[in-house]
């Protein structure tokens, strides 16, 4: 496993070219320590929090998960309308 320290706004990019996938730190809530991230890659890559593969996530209708889809030049902003 690859261990990166990274802040705020700071990303970090995964493969290349039409494949690539870039994971930006997004925010920090103080009172849970929790991380927004903001996830960028291509729409056919499938992408899941962990625990909903154990719990059969993998087969919920796109249109009721809980996966927002973003335009690629202004996805982090997109975030919080």
């Known amino acids: 496993m690859l261990v990166l320290t990274r802040n705020i706004g700071q990303s970090i990019v995964i493969g290349e070219g039409e494949n690539r996938i870039k994971i930006k730190l997004l925010s920090q809530c103080p009172e849970t320590g929790t991380f927004r991230i903001g996830i960028q890659a291509p729409r056919q890559l499938k992408i899941l929090r962990e ?3 154990y719990r059969g996530g993998a087969g919920i209708p796109r249109e009721e998960r ?3 889809y973003y335009d690629d030049d202004d996805w982090p902003n997109q975030l919080y309308e």
């Open 66 to 68: 809980e996966v927002d």
């Open 51 to 53: 625990e909903l593969l």
